[in-house]
């Protein structure tokens, strides 16, 4: 089996998660699930950054050690992933033994080349974004904080000046071999206009050595620096090495990562900084970047400031898992931003799950119950028209492609679509008018298996969005025992599933109604 790694970034937990990094979890999910299904041997891992001065101020804020305050944040992190329906395989933390020594191992291989030096080193620093902000221009004035603030566009209060002996990495030297490295695409930036944008900031900027170190009296929750304990690293320099300590499974080394999934704010990181520290510690490049927006609350960003952030456990508590990731993967522009809306949240649930989705799989297996008794209509395949046939194929090839290209909503679009088919066809075929006419028998069977053949092929469709629900489909709807909806888990887009009349005629459906969206006040589902 073809091996597939996939990582999240790594959340600092020094809040509680909001929708928008529950955003990233689900769209990863996603990718996870769908790789798996394609029948490759997924490896999938996401967790937390432990390390850095936001959690050391925080932890101190709470009277807490940073140990203690961040094993606290983690279960609330790991709560969250777990709650909405993430299957991950390891769920690492910065602060895991093996990620210390592989934090070490990477620096020394850095050291080795002579990729890293120290110097004196003055600058703004940003806390809340872990970030050098750099130095004024020669005649500016910008020796006070206010002033520093404006100058980088960013919040006062959350700013200091540093000014003390650090670690440099030398990634100016691997500038010319970065850019050639993301214009050809060994590591594909994803989407195009993310990958231009960081082109051109190459070509205009230049990159500059960094900061990769603090003086231990001024930040001491990190990793040491390997010879040199007056030092910490750098929370981003050991934060990125986490795709690489969590790549190791039972002695198996899933390295390269096939994908990152990370915010736009943290593409520069993943692009530049991480290809040089692997270019320098001579290690292979991951293959993919993806890159997604932002999620803003009823069209404004989301800040503690505004009180407008968005808690996903609420929302997971009241409408299920399910819906919450069909929301944030249909409703949600896979790369771009995108907003998050009370309102909008409930319309989606009631259009597409209740009314389209969940009335459809309801209707047609009452309908199957009532006219064939329970089972799948017995016919000859090869009487069937092939329209319903061509249509189910033309939008499998055009999910796989979507998926291809990293557009998430547009995929199950596609899906969405067959779902308003068959409503369609319903209105149109009248069932209920064709079960009264006995000369009409076998044209019922015809458009009963149809539907039933087609719900099927969407629930695979769906899938990757909304396991839970689509497996009650699977068991209770066509009956498929446990060993076959993991079959399905796992390989379900072989053609042994996604051929046409997979659907066996004459065989049992499942004999237990089910409501997977509950209409009225939106009740939780799974
Ligand atoms: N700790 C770093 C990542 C290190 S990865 C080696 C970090 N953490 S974070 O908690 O600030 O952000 C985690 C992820 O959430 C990032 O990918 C970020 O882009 C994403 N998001 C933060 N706010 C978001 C929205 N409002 N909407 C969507 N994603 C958002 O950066």
């Not at 508590?317 to 771009?336: H, M």
């Not at 459809?360 to 009487?383: E, I």
């Not at 446990?482 to 004999?511: H, Q, R």
């Amino acid at each position: 089996m073809k091996k597939y790694y996939i990582t999240t970034s790594i959340a600092y937990p020094n809040a509680n998660p909001h929708i928008g990094y529950a955003y990233e979890l689900v769209q990863a999910d996603f990718l996870a699930r769908y790789y798996r299904m394609s029948g490759h041997d997924v490896r999938f891992v996401t967790g937390v950054d432990a390390h850095g001065l936001k959690i050391q101020q925080t932890a101190a804020k709470r009277n807490m050690s940073p140990a203690d305050f961040v094993n606290e944040q983690k279960d609330i992190y790991q709560k969250l992933a777990d709650t909405i329906g993430v299957k991950y395989d390891r769920f690492i933390s910065t602060e895991d033994e093996d990620h210390i020594a592989q934090s070490q191992c990477i620096w020394t291989k850095c050291m080795e080349k002579s990729d890293i030096y120290k110097k004196r080193y003055s600058a703004w620093y940003d806390i809340k974004e872990e970030e050098f902000l750099g130095l004024a221009e020669e005649g500016e004035d910008i020796n006070s904080r206010e002033k520093a603030a404006a100058r980088f566009g960013v919040n006062a209060e959350f700013i200091e000046f540093i000014d003390e002996e650090n670690y440099f990495f030398a990634l100016s030297r691997f500038k010319d071999q970065i850019f050639e490295i993301l214009s050809k695409d060994e590591y594909k930036i994803v989407p195009q206009n993310r990958k231009l944008e960081l082109l051109n900031f190459v070509r205009d900027n230049g990159l500059n050595d960094i900061s990769i170190s603090r003086d231990r009296s001024k930040l001491s929750w990190g990793i040491s620096v390997p010879g040199d304990e007056s030092q910490v690293m750098y929370v981003w320099f050991d934060a990125l090495i986490n795709y690489i300590t969590a790549a190791k499974f039972d002695g198996e080394d899933c390295w390269p990562a096939d994908l990152h999934c990370v915010g736009k704010d943290i593409a520069r990181f993943h692009a530049l900084i991480w290809t040089g520290m692997l270019l320098s510690a001579k290690i292979e490049l991951p293959k993919e970047l993806l890159v997604h927006g932002f999620i803003n609350h009823d069209g404004r960003k989301m800040s503690k400031s505004w009180g407008n952030v968005v808690d996903p456990m609420p929302l997971l508590e009241k409408y299920g898992s399910a819906a919450i990731r069909w929301f944030l993967l249909k409703e949600i522009p896979s790369t771009d931003d995108g907003d998050y809306s009370d309102d909008r949240l409930n319309a989606v649930y009631t259009a597409d799950l209740a009314n389209d989705y969940g009335n459809l799989v309801s209707r047609v297996w009452n309908m199957a119950q009532k006219y064939f008794d329970g089972k799948v209509p017995d016919l000859d395949l090869a009487l069937l028209g092939n329209v319903e046939q061509m249509l189910v194929e033309e939008k499998w090839l055009a999910y796989h492609a979507f998926i291809e290209k990293r557009d998430i909503n547009s995929a199950l679009n596609e899906g969405h679509d067959l779902v308003v088919m068959c409503n369609r066809w319903i209105e149109e075929n009248k069932p209920w008018v064709l079960a009264k006419d006995p000369d009409k028998e076998l044209e019922l069977a015809e458009l009963i298996y149809e539907l039933l053949e087609t719900i099927r092929h969407i629930t695979l469709m769906f899938y990757p969005v909304m396991p839970n629900i689509c497996e009650r489909v699977f068991r209770d709807v066509y009956n498929v025992s446990d060993l076959g909806v993991k079959a399905i888990e796992e390989g379900g887009y072989d053609a042994e599933f996604t051929d046409w009349g997979g659907l066996m005629p004459g065989s049992d459906l499942g004999k237990q109604s089910l409501i997977l969206f509950p209409r009225l006040e939106v009740q939780k589902n799974d």
